[in-house]
């Protein structure tokens, strides 16, 4: 039983540049929801999808957006880079009915030079 | 977002001895998480928590899930070098319609042989 996966495991990219992150949730989840983990902070929840659509979003701005695939993975773009964009992004995927617990994936590390 | 207060930040024991920390928040919360997160990687779910007054155990690892639904807790019994990593609570409004879960700021645990 595959895990939540996500690509690419590191990346760097300059500043006003232009990112795309990607997931695929667990085996028999529909739900995929992005987290944002600065160095030494806890998860900052982004948004999250479910059935193509983005159902819930965090205090981030419009320079994050994402999509998500008739397969359930989603992907997380995020425009015109600054250099607090620096992270490790975190995918979570869960079920949207029954019980909700969230899997996560190992993460993208994004440098902003 | 909500921020959901953890302590202690950080705790350095020998090895073998009994770990516990907690979760506080100011909303009810009808879900709550426990993970452990080592560097470079994603949390791992140690447990789940729902129901107010809940204990629920996974091997040395105890989290109970407070009765006023506004705090969790986590014990570790018997602590191994293994142990060391950052464990973070996550907390769901059961005002949510969604599946948004908030996290705590984390306790970093040290065991020293």
């Known amino acids: 039983d595959a895990g939540v996966t996500q690509s690419p495991t590191h990346l760097i990219k300059t500043r006003g540049q232009q990112v795309t992150l990607r997931c695929s949730p667990k085996s028999g989840h529909d739900t995929v929801s992005w987290y944002q983990q600065a160095l030494g902070q806890g998860p900052q929840f982004i948004f999250q999808y479910y059935e193509e659509e983005e159902r819930q979003r965090g205090n981030f701005p419009d320079r994050f957006s994402g999509h998500q695939f008739p397969n359930y993975s989603s992907e997380l773009n995020v425009n015109a880079l600054l250099l607090g964009d620096s992270a490790l992004y975190l995918c979570?995927?869960?079920?949207?009915?029954?019980?909700?617990?969230?899997?996560f994936g190992p993460g993208t590390r994004l440098t902003v030079t | 977002g909500q921020q959901l207060n953890q302590s202690p930040q950080s705790m350095f024991i020998q090895e073998g001895e009994d770990v516990s920390m907690n979760c506080t928040s100011s909303?009810?919360?009808?879900?709550w998480l426990w993970y452990k997160q080592e560097p470079g990687e994603g949390p791992v779910l140690l447990i789940a928590?729902?129901?107010?007054?809940e204990l629920t155990s996974n091997g040395r690892l105890t989290a109970q899930f407070g009765i006023t639904r506004k705090d969790s807790f986590l014990n570790i019994s018997a602590s191994i070098p293994s142990d060391v990593g950052i464990y973070f609570c996550a907390g769901q409004s059961q005002w949510n319609t969604g599946n948004q879960f908030y996290f705590g700021t984390g306790t970093s645990l040290t065991v020293i042989p």
């Open positions: 979570a995927s869960s079920r949207r009915t029954g019980v909700h617990e969230q899997y």
């Open positions: 928590l729902y129901k107010a007054g």
């Open positions: 909303s009810i919360f009808n879900t």
